[in-house]
């Protein structure tokens, strides 16, 4: 592993240290070693990396190539033989590969296998299987029994993203006070994000955002008794949803609080409180969290560390839901925030680069004159 490619986040505060790979370096610099004449596929990628569910992260990585030009990115293709999209144009991608001696009939290539690259001479170090692992070996610290009946200080969070190379990541957290039901603090915080979304691995890529508002929370002399998270708890296939992976390395109590079902399932057996019903989740023969439903809305609740799955399903019962909102108000809160934080730094940068492509128009002017 080079040292260029791990990116390195450092709260003292919190007293963390969190590294995840930089996959946008890692996949891009990989396509320039792709020789004349050869191409390679999405899924070829992914699976050098160590997971073939990273096919569509890859796709990502792709479309938001910032230099096609200098990263070859148009030698990446479907496993079908599609060529998929080019961020320059489909046209201009297949006029590219036919440059190369890729037979393409209408949008496939032909004979696929022929053009396909050794995958090994891109030389991408498996880091999703290394992942995998520090997964695996973090579920094995979670706790699954309450420590603390008396809570007070509850922080919730949400995050959105502006697309880069770097990702932007925008996290806002926010701590109530649940025994005087008010709002006490909130942190907004930006930092930049080097992993594409790739399920299953949704800490890499969220967490150093979390982790920063929450530093920037304790910072402030805030205490914290449970972290509420956008996300799964235990209910993840390695046991370890970004829920419990934020717990076990803050020793925060933790839940996780997920729009959709990762991975379980539902048994119909349906108890009822105050408007909403609830029922257990299967995973691995054991009941692993709750699915519970308002409405048409529902939501995903599985401790994440030092939480037993029937207290945290309580807690998040217990909590006051307001009237037509899919989710109790202080988990609302924050994604309300993250998403008009995310819309104020998305026309700030728009903004941003007609002011820099006016000042070039004017320096070639005045070069012109």
Request: glycine residues 8%; charged residues 25%.
């Amino acid at each position: 592993m080079s040292n260029n490619v791990i990116i390195r986040y450092v709260f003292d505060v919190i007293d963390v240290v969190y590294e995840t790979p930089d996959l946008y370096t890692v996949v891009l610099e990989a396509l320039r070693r792709i020789p004349r004449g050869k191409i390679t596929t999405y899924r070829d990628i992914s699976y050098a990396l160590g997971d073939v569910i990273a096919a569509r992260a890859i796709g990502y990585i792709m479309k938001t190539n910032p230099h096609p030009d200098y990263y070859p990115c148009y030698k990446v293709i479907g496993s079908s033989g599609d060529v998929g999209g080019y961020s320059l144009g489909v046209d201009m991608k297949i006029r590219l590969l036919r440059r190369e001696g890729i037979h393409i009939v209408g949008r496939t290539v032909s004979n696929v296998r022929e053009y396909l690259v050794d995958i090994s001479c891109l030389q991408i170090p498996p880091f999703l299987l290394s992942l995998k692992k520090i997964q695996e070996f973090l579920a094995s610290k979670v706790l699954l029994r309450t420590e603390k009946k008396n809570i007070r200080y509850v922080a919730t969070f949400d995050l959105s993203f502006v697309d880069g190379p770097p990702d932007v990541g925008i996290g806002v957290g926010c701590v109530f006070d649940l025994h005087n039901e008010k709002l006490l603090t909130t942190s907004i915080d930006m930092i930049p994000i080097f992993m594409p979304y790739i399920p299953t691995y949704l800490a890499f890529r969220e967490l150093p955002v979390i982790l920063a508002s929450i530093s920037s929370l304790i910072s402030n002399g805030q205490r914290i008794d449970v972290l509420v998270l956008d996300g799964q708890g235990i209910l993840h296939p390695r046991k370890l949803g970004i829920a419990s992976h934020a717990g076990v390395i803050t020793n925060i109590p933790s839940i996780g609080v997920a729009k959709s079902i990762l991975v379980g399932k539902v048994i119909e057996e349906w108890s009822y409180v105050d408007g909403k019903k609830y029922a257990p989740i299967i995973y691995n023969g054991r009941v692993m969290g709750f699915i519970i439903v308002r409405g048409k809305h529902k939501i995903i609740v599985s401790p994440g560390h030092k939480f037993s799955v029937d207290d945290a399903r309580d807690f998040v019962l217990n909590l006051d839901w307001p009237k037509n909102e899919a989710e109790p108000w202080i988990i609302r809160l924050p994604h309300k925030i993250a998403s008009r934080m995310k819309k104020i730094l998305k026309e700030y940068l728009a903004d941003k680069k007609k002011e820099e492509k006016s000042e070039k128009r004017q320096r070639v002017l005045d070069e012109f004159l």
